[in-house]
């Protein structure tokens, strides 16, 4: 079976336009959601907190437990259901530094207080402010440190200006996914970052075996214009793009529907950074080196 | 045959056995993370200030008893707790000489200067003295931790030191993990002081406390351990014993008032101690203080000779118990402060286990069923190299004794869809070749000398990142990091040399005119 069956000519680098409108929409919308959500939405890992996920023998009333939390001064907390309506999962601005139990403490209340029967504590995370304020440096670190390790490496394979093209796809990615986070109003966890450096890692991938063939096609045909060349080698290399894109999107959708609640993020983060990291490789990372070349070597025509 | 496949088929199949070896049975080699077993992970940082502010109001205390008893007069005795400094001020300046000679026998304080002709001289804690102290509380903290899980009997701990004052403490699976994350924390401090009777606590309120004494809390507590009453006591803040002299301390059970109690034991010194301060003051009442809290305050009746005393105080069976474990394993040196808790119950630790083997399977069969699809024969050769990369991963998280988290198994998932590119990157190659009119033999050679490259190319950017993870990650990132960089080293090594090993042993049994690709 073949996906793509001759060898296609679609014209990518003439539809570089509307590919950077489309990229700057999604860009705009994003950085316009974050405004309007007054940041990012940190998860406890980055802003301290405690969160407490329960398990109630059947759908509790949310209102019930939000009652019960304000009874033991837990007003300003969040209540939500996890997955399924037994399962809630509550978030309490405050983080205790005392070691309390904050798990039994808010069963106790819901139990006494309100009447709930053989709730089950499934999980207590809490993280400290200070604590939070590491992690966030770290992450954020961490992020730079890859792009530093990759940059180093691109150019050393290949030349700087591959390296700056393929950077600018890879930040186009994590900017479109951490968007998409914020219109979707999903928080910003430890685990979320892992999934951002591997959005990163696999958005290069793809970037590089395109490359790779440009490098190929420029020795070999050195007559050509670049746009010509960079085309032919996004269309020779478009059957393996999809492919490896399909297949990674087989798995990461099996985890996105089945991985269960606790990782739904970090998939819904995977699925989002797999399908643009496949479209910035084709259509991003391509015209930018388009472009570098052209202001590098302005005689060759781009 | 092929020459190089001498060497190459053995290698192959060694690997094989090798890593199937090192990874089965799955449920004995394979460490599952805290949060796929179920367990708690928690930072906790020691207030090591408070051991020195603490043993510093100790030495002012005993400072001004041991002028007392040496007949100097003695107007005041001030701690500043934020520099260290004791200041000692005398009534007459005549006895500065006799002061400082008592002064003498604490080592640990440096004499900085005398004020105001005589009258005032001003002690400051040795910096060495002060980081001893700090560094000690650490070690202490630790070592009462251990002291504690061992006695609960928690099953493979992890306790360590991080950084300079934080401790890790992990362990896996328990019922009731809140319990003995408060059992691990509480300070447990047992100090025996003496009930201020020269003012009761309503009229100290009003009009203040006397110097030297503080007002402590009784919490009074019902059948089930609910606080029903707070009784306010004075007491005074000389520590006359403490825990730290206990050999033993049980969980007994009195008859008459149907509760349970403590029985501690004090070791030779805290024995004859105790008997002195119960024989010089009988009839007066003895404070018995946990933690600041007083547990219960019993009038003397008589001298206690034998070391023994019993600490009832209206505890369930279980405060009772873990009081007992508390005092057993002893107090620790410093209050601890909760800096991160991760705790999963058994049950989530399940249902996630359940959902990544489910998304595990589905994803495999959806891959390996489009792959054949796509690439018929040679489809069975790429899937026979992403089973191979499977047990390689599985073989390697044995090997290091790495734990499988329910991110690390996002990981093997994700390394299931990407291991695949490889053997596509070469397989669309060599489609290409055939494509421009080589020959089987001559596409094959040409379609992974020239994926190879790329295929190193690509994939060392990712392996970068994930060693990024790797550096940066706590517990189930490093997980994912790990399974990250074994699985695209695996894939490596089966889409490069296993997949060209099959193919170059199929070619060498007959001449292949057409490719099933």
Not at chain 2, 476 to 488: D, E, H, R, S, V
Request: charged share 25%; with cysteine; aromatic share 8%.
């Amino acid at each position: 079976m073949e996906l793509i069956k001759k060898q296609t000519h679609i014209d990518f680098m003439g539809k570089f336009k509307a590919a950077m409108v489309f990229s700057g929409l999604l860009i705009l919308t994003g950085i316009a959601s974050i405004a309007m959500h007054g940041g990012l939405k940190y998860g406890i890992d980055f802003e301290g907190g405690t969160l407490v996920q329960l398990k109630f023998p059947e759908a509790p009333a949310i209102d019930s437990i939000r009652s019960g939390l304000r009874e033991i001064g837990f007003a300003d907390s969040t209540i939500q259901e996890f997955g399924s309506p037994e399962h809630i999962l509550i978030r309490v601005i405050r983080a205790e530094g005392k070691l309390e139990a904050m798990g039994t403490k808010i069963k106790n209340a819901l139990e006494e207080k309100k009447g709930f029967t053989g709730i089950i504590i499934e999980r207590v995370e809490m993280v400290g402010p200070k604590v939070g304020k590491d992690l966030r440096m770290k992450a954020l670190l961490s992020i730079v440190y890859a792009i530093i390790g990759i940059v180093i490496y691109i150019s050393w394979r290949f030349e700087l200006q591959y390296a700056i093209a393929a950077i600018i796809a890879l930040l186009h990615d994590v900017m479109v996914t951490m968007g998409a986070f914020s219109v979707m109003d999903k928080e910003f966890t430890l685990v979320i970052v892992a999934a951002f450096l591997t959005i990163i890692g696999y958005s290069l991938n793809d970037t590089i075996v395109v490359f790779d063939r440009i490098r190929e096609n420029t020795r070999r045909k050195s007559k050509e214009s670049l746009s010509d060349t960079i085309n032919t080698s996004i269309n020779q290399t478009l059957s393996r793009t999809l492919l490896t894109s399909g297949t990674t999107l087989l798995v990461v959708v099996a985890l996105f529907f089945l991985g269960g609640e606790i990782i739904h993020d970090f998939s819904f983060a995977l699925l989002v950074g797999v399908v643009i990291g496949t479209y910035s490789s084709i259509f991003i990372a391509s015209v930018f080196l388009v472009y570098w070349e052209s202001r590098a070597h302005p005689k060759r025509p781009a | 045959m092929h020459k190089e496949l001498r060497w190459k088929i053995p290698l192959i199949l060694f690997v094989v056995v090798g890593f199937s070896w090192l990874a089965w049975p799955l449920e004995e080699k394979i460490n599952l993370g805290l949060d796929l077993q179920g367990g708690v992970h928690l930072v906790l940082e020691v207030e090591a200030e408070e051991a020195v502010e603490f043993s510093m109001e100790q030495r002012k205390e005993d400072i001004k008893h041991a002028l007392g008893d040496d007949d100097i007069e003695v107007d005041r005795v001030i701690l500043n707790k934020d520099t260290n400094v004791i200041r000692v001020i005398l009534v007459d300046a005549i006895d500065i000489k006799g002061a400082e000679d008592v002064l003498k026998n604490y080592t640990a304080l440096e004499k900085k200067e005398t004020l105001r002709g005589g009258l005032e001289m001003v002690y400051q804690l040795r910096d060495d003295e002060y980081e001893y102290i700090m560094d000690n509380a650490i070690q202490q903290a630790l070592e009462v931790i251990r002291n504690r899980i061992d006695i609960v009997g928690l099953s493979e701990p992890t306790i360590q030191v991080q950084g300079t004052r934080r401790i890790l403490v992990q362990f896996p699976g328990v019922d009731d993990p809140e319990k003995i994350i408060k059992l691990i924390g509480e300070t447990a401090r047992l100090e025996f002081k003496l009930i201020d009777e020269s003012i009761s606590a309503a009229a100290a309120k009003t009009r203040g406390v006397p110097p030297g004494s503080e007002i402590l809390i009784e919490k009074v507590k019902d059948k089930a351990g609910k606080i029903i009453e707070e009784i306010p006591h004075v007491v005074k803040k000389r520590v006359l014993l403490t825990g730290d002299m206990l050999t033993g301390a049980d969980v007994r059970f009195d008859n008459q008032l149907n509760e349970p109690y403590v029985a501690i034991n004090f070791d030779s010194l805290g024995g004859s101690i105790f008997f002195e301060v119960t024989k010089n003051n009988v009839k007066k009442r003895l404070a018995i203080v946990l933690d600041d809290n007083v547990v219960s305050a019993p009038v003397i009746n008589e001298p206690i000779a034998g070391g023994r005393a019993s600490i009832t105080g209206g505890f369930t069976t279980e405060d009772a118990k873990f009081l007992a474990i508390k005092l057993r394993a002893g107090a620790l040196p410093a209050k601890l402060t909760m800096l991160e808790n991760r705790t999963v119950g058994p049950s989530l630790g399940r249902d996630s286990v359940e959902a990544g083997i489910n998304s595990i399977i589905i994803g495999m069969v959806a891959v390996v069923v489009f792959i054949l699809i796509y690439y018929r024969l040679s489809g069975v050769v790429a899937v026979g190299a992403l089973v191979l990369n499977l047990v390689i991963l599985l073989g390697a998280l044995a090997y290091f004794g790495a734990s499988l988290t329910l991110p690390g198994i996002a990981g093997i998932i994700l390394t299931v869809g990407m291991a695949i590119d490889a053997n596509v990157l070469v397989f669309e190659r060599i489609r290409e070749e055939i494509r421009v009119g080589k020959t089987v033999r001559a596409a094959i050679d040409a379609g992974f000398a020239k994926a190879f490259r790329t295929i190193v190319d690509a994939n060392v950017t990712t392996f970068i990142a994930a060693i990024v993870l790797f550096q940066f990650g706590t517990g189930p990132i490093k997980g994912f990091a790990i399974t990250l960089c074994i699985g695209i080293a695996a894939s490596m090594f089966t889409a490069v040399f296993v997949s060209r090993a099959t193919f170059d042993t199929f070619m060498s049994r007959k001449k292949i005119e057409r490719l099933s690709i």
